[in-house]
């Protein structure tokens, strides 16, 4: 209510409708019918999703983490996360934001606290090779 400025609940209104021309997924990265879509509806991903009981019944303690909005979306996910014990990775050049300074300083106070790791997409890439090759070679 707070971020539309409106008084009561009724009035609130998704800013993304599915059916609205903005809403979809450049074709590139649109998900497989095997991959789950959560809608985040607060700053961190978290909070009102089935996110965490989601990654918890796969076993999956660690995830990497990009998208649009570093200071006001990948920062709350990441700092929430932590706090539920995961370890996130993030993935610097692959997160916009809307203002440079705020998002360097996102991810200068996440490296300073600890808990998650930094990386960039040509690490990552290379990680990710290594381990597919070493999975094909057993």
Known sequence: MEWQRVDTVEKVRPPFLREAPGFPIVSEVVPLPTEAVIDKITMSAFAGTYLDIALRDCGINSFVIVGIALQVGIEPTVRHAMDLGYIPVIV???????????????????????????????????ILRGTLQRAAAD
């Open 92 to 126: 610097t050049d692959a997160c916009g934001y809307g203002n440079r300074e705020a998002a360097e300083r996102s991810l200068a106070t996440l490296k300073f606290t600890g808990g998650s790791l930094q990386t960039d997409s040509t690490v990552l890439i290379e």
